[in-house]
Nanobody, 125 residues
């Protein structure tokens, strides 16, 4: 599966953005999907994940209550709605796909087999 992330941009603190990750290839609905981010000068970190049919979602503590992950399997797309953005949310955001179950190890980048190219989100104070 090939992934294409989009929707990043520049926003002021408190603003909102919605990221999209479009997938090509077969059986998108078979993949658990994750969002990771890499702040400037830091390591990549887990943000959120959603199971193949969208029944379960997961969030890091830093974004819980502000971000919402969703998917539309008919459109082969997963979304990350980001509200109440903070300067510390500034990062390159990546989407990723895995056939492994998400109930464990979902926060580790090597749990995912396919990655999008990343989209930059910049939040000004």
């Amino acid at each position: 599966v090939q992934l294409q992330a989009s929707g990043g941009g520049f926003v002021q603190s408190g603003g909102s953005l919605r990221l999209s990750c479009a997938a090509s290839g077969r059986s998108f609905s078979s993949y658990g999907m994750g969002w990771f981010r890499q702040p400037p000068g830091k390591e990549r970190e887990f943000v959120s994940a959603i199971t193949d049919r969208g029944y379960s979602t997961y969030y890091s503590d830093s974004v819980k209550g502000r971000f919402t992950v969703s998917r539309d399997n008919a459109k082969n797309t997963v979304y990350l709605q980001m509200n109440s953005l903070k300067p510390e949310d500034t990062a390159v955001y990546y989407c990723a796909a895995t056939l492994r179950p998400l109930y464990s190890a979902r926060t580790y980048h090597n749990h995912y087999d396919y990655w999008g190219q990343g989209t930059l989100v910049t939040v000004s104070s």
